[in-house]
């Protein structure tokens, strides 16, 4: 191929086969993982691919093969950094198997615009579905529908467990609650999440059983909004009385906003007040002080739910599958820094 060609134009199939000395049926059978290549063959075509920098046409082999290599991702529109992380960590999985991934974002609270999300997906062909919306209502809706073709849901909700993948959220909240009952607080309260929230009911969960289990009484939870003002704010509340030496917050966030009412206020953390989060976001390291909390591995989760569903795409299209999909659930780690201690008191 001609340095001249190859400035006028994107490299061909035929550009590829010319170069490797084969057929362009040969080239397609390559890009098709056609079974009865020679390795070596298989090999020249793809270093000639590379060097070529050549980029098979995804619509034209759609047309041929019946297959879209598209994955939907439903998601309910979102800027926290779990569903984020979320979607980043299937983006790579899908990529790195072959895929593209298509995200449609649920714009309203009602059944409908759940309906209109998924319709949208399937208009393009998606082959496979992650549901990553967190709320309950989505479930609801989705247990109406019949889907016909493989997902995964990356919420636990015990109603789709062949479909399930998920961070061990309880797990994760009985690890924060026991941290600070190990260091001695007994007083202790949970800032949790908004109701719906798949996430924000299983960590208030764990919280209330490792409460139990070690036989410290408890008080209600505080639903918050899983913002740093509403932490804020819930934090000079609390405040006024102070019959707490620590807080578990159900996430990061929520967490700064009690850190900051509690220093305004004249008071240390966790000299006098104890804090952990939930999701190790990149900025909970450069708290003051910097913050304990839950850490999810999304890159992990990712991974595993790209194979449970290559692995439901292998068993519609006879290959190509994950090779063994992931089971289980992910389990989170208590990474410990220096917002927690023993209580003064």
Not at 256 to 284: C, K, Q, Y
Request: net charge negative; glycine share 8%; proline share 4%.
């Amino acid at each position: 191929m001609s340095t001249e060609s190859a400035r006028g134009r994107a490299p061909s199939i035929r550009d590829v086969a010319r170069v490797a000395g084969v057929s362009h049926q040969t080239v397609s059978r390559v890009l098709n993982e056609h079974p009865s290549l020679r390795d070596s063959t298989r090999q020249r075509v793809l270093d000639v691919m590379q060097e070529l920098q050549y980029r098979p046409n995804r619509a034209a082999r759609a047309l041929v093969t019946s297959r879209s290599r598209t994955i939907g991702v439903l998601t309910s529109r979102s800027a926290q950094y779990g569903p984020a992380s979320s979607i980043q960590a299937i983006e790579e999985a899908a990529r790195e198997g072959g895929y593209l991934v298509l995200t449609a974002n649920i714009l309203a609270k009602d059944s409908d615009s759940i309906r209109e999300a998924l319709a949208h997906l399937m208009e393009q062909d998606v082959e496979g579905l992650v549901i990553i919306a967190p709320q309950v209502r989505v479930f609801d809706a989705l247990a109406e529908l019949s889907l016909d073709i493989p997902f995964v849901t990356m919420q636990s909700t015990g109603r789709l467990d062949d479909h399930e993948l998920s961070v061990d959220q309880i797990a994760g909240a009985r690890l924060a609650t026991r941290h600070l009952i190990e260091l001695g607080h007994r007083d202790i309260y949970h800032l949790a999440g908004p109701q719906d929230w798949i996430e924000a009911e299983a960590r208030m969960r764990g919280f209330l059983e490792e409460m139990s289990a070690q036989d410290v009484p408890t008080t209600a939870p505080i639903l918050g909004d899983w913002s740093s003002e509403f932490g804020y704010y819930v934090g000079r509340e609390m405040l006024r009385l102070r019959d707490f030496t620590a807080i578990f917050s159900s996430n990061d966030q929520m967490a700064l906003g009690l850190i900051h009412a509690i220093r305004e206020a004249g008071l240390d953390v966790p000299r006098d007040i104890s804090v952990v989060g939930f999701d190790d976001i990149p900025e909970a390291a450069h708290f003051w002080p910097p913050l304990t909390t839950v850490r999810q591995d999304f890159a992990e989760l990712g991974r595993r739910c790209m194979s449970l569903l290559l692995d439901g795409l292998g068993g519609m299209h006879g290959a190509g599958g994950g090779g063994g999909a992931y089971r289980g659930n992910v389990m989170p780690e208590l990474v410990v820094r220096q917002s927690t201690a023993a209580p003064s008191r």
